[in-house]
C-alpha cells in the first residue's frame, strides 16, 4: 500500500514537473502573433526554392520559382532580379577583396564566385534575359507587357560557383554560407527598379518582405541553419518555409551542434561547433528578444536562430537569423558575442520588420539597432555598464576625427573604410536616439515602438521616420534630426 502510494505521489511529481518545463519552455506562439505574420504574408511575393549543396565541387544547383505581383502602379516589361553572387567573380567587384577584408577573408588566396545561368522563364515560357550591369548582378527579365496588379510565375535554374571566402556567399573548412545567394528580386522605386552597386561598405540589400519556401539536399553529415526551422524528410530533404521575410539567411555545416531554447512560443535555436558555445549563444538570444520584445513589441517571427560560421566582418542579420564569426563563440569571446546578438536580434525589429533603404539610408536601421543595443546593456545591467558602453560606442565615434564631408546620413558609398562606416552611421547616428530621449516626453523606446507599429513589415523611408516622429511629439523635430544627421563634421 505504501509502495502504490509512493508510485502515484512520484508519478504525481513527475506529471508537474513536466506541467513547469512546459510552461517554462514557453510553448506555441501566441495567436495574435501568427495571425499578426499571416496578415501581413497574404498577397506577398513568394519563393520555392530548391538547393543542392556539392561539397567536393563547391558549388550550390538552384531552381527557383518565384510568384510575382505588379504592385508597383505602372505597366512592366521586364523583372529584374539581383545576382549577387557574381560580384564575387573579380578581386575588383568582390566586397570581400578591400584592403581591411581581403586576408581575412581569402586564407587561401582569391578564387572566383559567379552564377552560371541555365533556364529563365516566364509562366512556363522561355523568357529573354541580360544582365544590365557590368558586374553581372543585375538581371532584366523580359516579360509580356504587365500592368499594375496583374502577375506571373518567374523560374529560374542556375548554378552557384562559391567562393573560397569568409564572407556572406562563401564557404571555409566544412562550413557554408549562403546569404544573398539566391537570384532575388529588385525593388521597384519612383517608376524604376533599383539597381545599386554590391558595395563592400554596409548590407547593400534593398529587399521587400515575401514569402519563402525550401528543399535542400546537403550531403551526408551536413546541417543546415537558416531563417525558418527546417525538418528532414525520409528521403534526408531538409524542408522549410516562413512567411513575410525580408530575405533567406543560411548556413550549412559538417560540425554543427545545435542548442535549443524558447521565450514565450518562439522557438530559439543556435548552430555551432560546440554545443556548449550554441547553448551559450541560445540563452543571449533569449536575453535579447525578451528585452526588445518588452521595449519594441512582439517579435515577428515564430523561430530564431543564430549560426556560428568563418565571417571575417563579425556578423550579419537576416530575418529571424543572425550569423555571426564563429571565434566570438569561443569561452573568452563570450561577452562580445552576446553584444553581437544584442545588436543583431535588434535587427529583428529595425531591418526585418520595418525595413528601410539600406544603401541610401544605412542609419536608418543601423543607429537604431545602436541605440537598441545600449538599452538592452541598461535594462540588463544598469546604468553604469550602459554609460561605459556609450563612452565607447557612441562618445568616441562623436570625438574621433573623421575625414570630411561623411555624415550619419551619408549613403553607404560615400565610406571607403568599415571602421569610418561604423563609427559614423552607428556610433554618431545613435547619438540621435540619445538626443530625441530627453525631447520625448515618453522617451526614445515609447516612439520607437509606435513607429515599429507604424511600418511593420512595411519599408520607412527618412521622410516618413521624421514624419511619424514629429507626429508623435507634437512639435518639429526635424532641425534637431538634421543637426545630428546631416551636418558635417570638421577635420
Ligand atoms: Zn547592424
Known amino acids: 500500500m505504501r509502495k502504490k502510494h509512493c508510485i502515484i505521489g512520484m508519478i504525481c511529481i513527475l506529471c508537474l514537473a513536466l506541467v513547469l518545463l512546459a510552461l517554462l519552455s514557453g510553448g506555441k506562439p501566441s495567436e495574435e502573433s501568427l495571425l499578426r505574420l499571416k496578415e501581413a504574408a497574404k498577397d506577398l511575393n513568394a519563393y520555392r526554392i530548391t538547393m543542392k549543396l556539392d561539397d567536393e565541387k563547391h558549388t550550390l544547383s538552384i531552381t527557383e520559382e518565384i510568384d510575382f505581383l505588379n504592385r508597383t502602379g505602372h505597366p512592366l516589361t521586364d523583372v529584374q532580379l539581383r545576382l549577387f553572387p557574381n560580384a564575387y567573380a573579380t578581386e575588383e567587384t568582390s566586397p570581400a577583396a578591400t584592403d581591411e577584408l581581403f586576408d581575412l577573408c581569402y586564407e587561401s588566396g582569391f578564387a572566383p564566385g559567379y552564377v552560371t545561368l541555365h533556364d529563365v522563364k516566364w509562366n512556363g515560357e522561355r523568357a529573354e534575359h541580360q544582365y544590365l550591369d557590368a558586374e553581372n548582378t543585375v538581371l532584366s527579365v523580359s516579360v509580356p507587357e504587365m500592368k499594375s496588379g496583374e502577375g506571373g510565375t518567374l523560374y529560374l535554374r542556375c548554378v552557384v560557383q562559391l567562393p573560397p571566402c569568409a564572407h556572406r556567399t562563401g564557404y571555409r573548412e566544412g562550413t557554408y554560407l549562403l546569404g544573398q545567394v539566391i537570384p532575388t528580386l529588385s525593388v521597384f522605386e519612383n517608376g524604376a527598379w533599383r539597381q545599386d552597386p554590391v558595395s563592400p561598405i554596409g548590407d547593400p540589400f534593398y529587399i521587400e518582405c515575401a514569402n519563402y519556401s525550401l528543399s535542400l539536399h546537403v550531403p551526408d553529415g551536413y546541417v543546415p541553419a537558416c531563417s525558418f526551422f527546417l525538418h528532414q524528410d525520409k528521403e534526408n530533404v531538409w524542408q522549410g518555409s516562413g512567411l513575410a521575410l525580408r530575405d533567406m539567411g543560411l548556413c550549412v555545416s559538417n560540425g554543427y551542434e545545435m542548442a535549443a531554447g ?24 533569449r536575453k535579447a528578444l525578451r528585452t526588445y520584445q518588452a521595449l519594441y513589441g512582439p517579435y515577428p517571427f515564430p523561430s530564431f536562430t543564430v549560426a556560428a560560421a568563418p565571417f571575417a566582418p563579425g556578423a550579419m542579420e537576416y530575418s529571424g537569423m543572425a550569423v555571426i564569426d564563429e571565434s566570438y563563440f569561443l569561452k573568452s569571446q563570450w561577452d562580445t558575442l552576446e553584444l553581437f546578438i544584442a545588436h543583431e536580434g535588434a535587427h529583428q525589429w529595425f531591418y526585418a520588420l520595418v525595413g528601410s533603404d539600406p544603401i541610401l539610408n544605412p542609419w536608418q536601421d543601423e543607429a537604431l539597432c545602436e541605440y537598441a543595443l545600449l538599452r538592452y546593456t541598461e535594462k ?31 549613403p553607404i558609398d560615400y565610406f571607403s573604410t568599415l571602421s569610418d562606416y561604423k563609427a559614423i552611421v552607428y556610433g554618431r547616428g545613435a547619438a540621435l536616439l540619445i538626443a530625441l530621449d530627453t525631447f520625448l516626453p515618453e522617451g526614445t523606446d515609447a516612439f520607437l515602438r509606435h513607429y515599429v507599429q507604424q511600418f511593420a513589415f512595411r519599408t520607412a523611408s527618412r521622410t516618413d521616420f521624421e514624419q511619424c516622429l514629429n507626429a508623435w511629439a507634437g512639435q518639429d523635430l526635424s532641425p534637431l534630426v538634421q543637426d545630428y544627421l546631416d551636418t558635417k563634421m570638421m577635420e
Not at 524558447?262 to 538570444?285: E, F, H, P, T
Open 380 to 410: 540588463n545591467y544598469g546604468q553604469s555598464a550602459w554609460e561605459n558602453l556609450r563612452f565607447f560606442r557612441v562618445d568616441s565615434p562623436m570625438q574621433e576625427r573623421i575625414p570630411g564631408g561623411l555624415t550619419p546620413a551619408s
Open 262 to 285: 524558447n521565450l514565450d512560443g518562439i522557438q530559439i535555436r543556435s548552430y555551432a561547433k560546440s554545443g556548449a558555445n550554441a547553448a551559450q549563444a541560445v540563452a543571449c538570444a
